[in-house]
């Protein structure tokens, strides 16, 4: 007796070896348990339900009394159904029994709790959207003794896991899709089911503790451009922002997905952010070292000088500063020195003989001369030292701003993006 028992277990239920065994598959999500992206791993528990028939057993319920019965899962044939991405040991615990109906039919329902390979892809953290796949298929019986097929369709099963999943947790199940490959049943090979699983990331979190720190400090990056350099230190101020970003990351170095597969844009924002941040203070370097030092320069080179007082200061929306208004407001001065020395020299003429008034007025003239001459080259030296020092800090005030116009424009168009994208995923919360 014991010898059929044992031969009937690990025999395929049939009459005929010919005769494969049609098994259904159904199944429930009861929680996502977490995502590791640098593991490439999707952790779940599932409910798994295996539906077959044991051919040439059946009774009569009115005569027996029952409809079903349980028997120990040791004296009945289970199909090894397996899912192809299990990573680990199943940790849920064991079931005893199987249900056997009066038909024949054996129902076999147990707990996995699943940790599979997934293919993650985090480009888009934290607004990405995971879609990973189980793969039922039996381990050692191929397409000719073992064929499968869904119990019920995926979209009731989706629902069903709606209703009952326990976990509400960082990811949230938006889909779930059926695939059954096409097989040629004489060329062999192993049946298999496929369920693809789609999660959405909720990225609430992420955005209040990583964007919109980040977007803040940004516009206060931004708005420093206000402070005047010749009168407060605005790269002290900088650097403390600096300081303060860096901090942040460190902080929130725990919440970023690490993973070798891709680079999420995420952190090229946040690279984005902290260039900007030490560019913006080696420019404030260079305009307070040309405000403060510019009248020790060379001039300006032709070419800066058209490419940047010229075009650049049109497209900032800056005009270029005149020098001439300053080079007429210091002419009447020479005149004026001019004409007193011409007084003078008209008093001393009345009191003078006409011999003497001739050899002094010579004199007084070559030293009017050399006076005057002196007094040019001056006037002309500080001129032009006042014009090459305008154009150095004329430089310096459109680079200025034409950095503020690219971080505004930075910082404008990531808040919007940013936005958007949460505004989308809200939206698909609503209507899954």
Known sequence: MKAEVMSYREARPVINLQTPTNVTVDMTLYGILGVNEKFQVLETYLWVRLTWQIEGLSWDPAECGANKISLPRETVWIPDIVINEFMDENRAPETQYVYVMSNGEVRDGKPFHVISSCKLDIYIFPFDIQNCSYTFNSYKHNVQDVRLSFYKSVKL????????????????????????????????????????????????????????????????????????????????????????????????NDLLPVTGNTLPLINLFFSLCFALMVTSLLET????????????????????????????????????????????????KILVYSNSMTEYSKKDSVCSSPVSFQE??????????????????????????????????MFGQIIDRLLFIVYFIFVTVSSITI??????????????
């Open 360 to 393: 002094r007025c010579l004199e007084e003239m070559q030293k009017l001369r050399k006076d005057l001459l002196a007094i040019r080259r001056q006037v002309e030296e500080h001129f032009s030292n006042e014009n090459r020092t305008d154009e150095w800090i």
């Open 285 to 332: 370097v260079l305009i307070t070292n040309i405000l403060c030092g510019s009248n020790h320069f060379p001039p300006l080179p032709k070419w800066i000088r058209i490419l940047v007082l010229k075009y650049l200061a049109r497209l900032v929306c800056m005009e270029q500063m005149s020098c001439d208004q300053n080079s007429e407001g210091n002419t009447p």
């Open 157 to 252: 099963v989706f629902k069903e896991s709606l209703e009952l999943m326990a976990t509400q947790g960082e990811w949230e199940l938006i889909d779930m899709l059926g695939e059954k490959p096409e097989h040629t049943y004489e060329e062999g090979g192993w049946d298999a089911l496929i369920v693809h699983i789609v999660l959405r990331r909720r990225a609430a979190l992420y955005v209040v503790n990583l964007l919109i720190p980040s977007c803040f400090l940004l516009s206060v990056d931004l708005f420093s451009f206000l402070l005047p350099p010749q009168h407060v230190d605005r790269s002290s101020f900088k650097m403390t922002l600096i300081l303060g970003y860096t901090v942040f990351l460190l902080l929130m």
């Open 419 to 432: 936005l958007v994208l949460w505004i989308h995923s809200s939206r698909l919360d609503k209507n899954p």
